[in-house]
């Protein structure tokens, strides 16, 4: 674990690829809701110079800007967390056109969006209505909602037949959901028998799923850094895993 200021050199140009949503309008949308709060301007172009390659994490902006920042900025934007996406590609098998996911803790949408555009199928869900809503607005706004669908669901009762996913994916969100084995059982039923699991965690957040994935049904295909680090609103740099699963066989 190092500090942000030993990371300050590193450029940003490889969290900020245009490729993805986000970044350019939500850095204008930062600079507005941030001038709007009453941060100086001075100290917010200093801000967004030394952490620029940062962008994957607005949770730091509640430091300028209040708490309520994240779920405004994602309100107005409908864009963030582009280090999901890039978190993603580089898998040894990214996500293909055609292919049906589930994201399991969708939040805002951002990531399935982008996995809508590639040409998968998408459906995500989410504890929280807020989330859903934000996550349907940009779907429609992007012209995706055909291939991208988003439910509210408050438990461990999918609204899907049995193997009707190639996979289902879990982007940092298993480490915050209170019965992992439940939900680890849910999606074992509804993936195909040649489907996979994709679980995104930091190192924390790993260490908080390895037990339940142990002890349930699939075994870990694939376990890798992705990303070799990502900054959080405590200062300090934590790498991105990825741990592909797949159902056990008899």
Same mark, same amino acid.
Not at 24 to 45: N, R
Not at 52 to 80: H, I, M, P, W
Not at 90 to 113: H, R, Y
Not at 157 to 183: C, G, M, N, Q, R
């Given at each position: ?8 050199? +590193? ?10 949503? $986000? ?17 100086? &301007? ?17 949770? %730091?902006? +509640? ?7 994240? %779920? ?11 280090? &999901? ?14 292919? &049906?996911?589930? !994201? ?17 199928? *998408? ?20 012209? %995706? ?13 999918? /609204?899907? !037949? ?26 074992? +039923? ?8 994709? *679980?995104?965690?930091?190192?924390? $957040?790993?260490? $908080? ?7 349930? +049904? ?9 990303? /070799? ?20 066989? /008899?």
């Amino acid at each position: 674990m190092v500090g942000i200021k030993d990371q300050n050199t +590193r450029p940003a140009v490889g969290w900020m690829k245009e490729e993805y949503i $986000g970044n350019e309008e939500v850095i204008a949308t930062i600079k507005k809701m941030a001038l709007e709060k009453g941060v100086k &301007k001075e100290e917010l172009e200093a801000f967004l110079e030394k952490h620029a390659f940062q962008f994957g994490s607005l949770n %730091l902006l +509640r430091n300028l800007v209040g708490a309520d920042f994240q %779920l405004k900025a994602a309100e107005n934007t409908y864009k963030y967390m582009p280090t &999901k996406n890039l978190a993603l590609e580089m898998l040894d098998k990214p996500f293909e056109s055609g292919e &049906k996911a589930l !994201s399991i803790g969708c939040s805002t949408g951002v990531t399935e969006a982008n996995l809508a555009r590639k040409g998968c199928l *998408v459906w995500g869900l989410d504890t929280k209505e807020k989330m859903i809503t934000i996550a349907s607005k940009l779907a429609e706004e992007m012209h %995706l909602s055909e291939n991208c669908r988003f439910l509210v669901v408050d438990g461990y009762e999918y /609204p899907f !037949s049995d193997e009707f996913f190639d996979s289902v994916l879990y982007s940092h969100s298993l480490h915050e959901i209170e019965d992992k084995a439940a939900t680890l059982q849910e999606s074992f +039923r509804v993936l195909k028998s040649q489907g996979r699991v994709i *679980v995104l965690e930091d190192e924390t $957040g790993k260490e $908080g799923v390895m037990d339940a994935i142990t002890d349930s +049904r699939f075994e870990i295909e694939e376990e890798k850094v992705v990303l /070799p680090y990502k900054v959080f609103n405590h200062g300090m740099v934590t790498s991105v895993f990825a741990i592909v699963l797949e159902k056990k066989r /008899p």
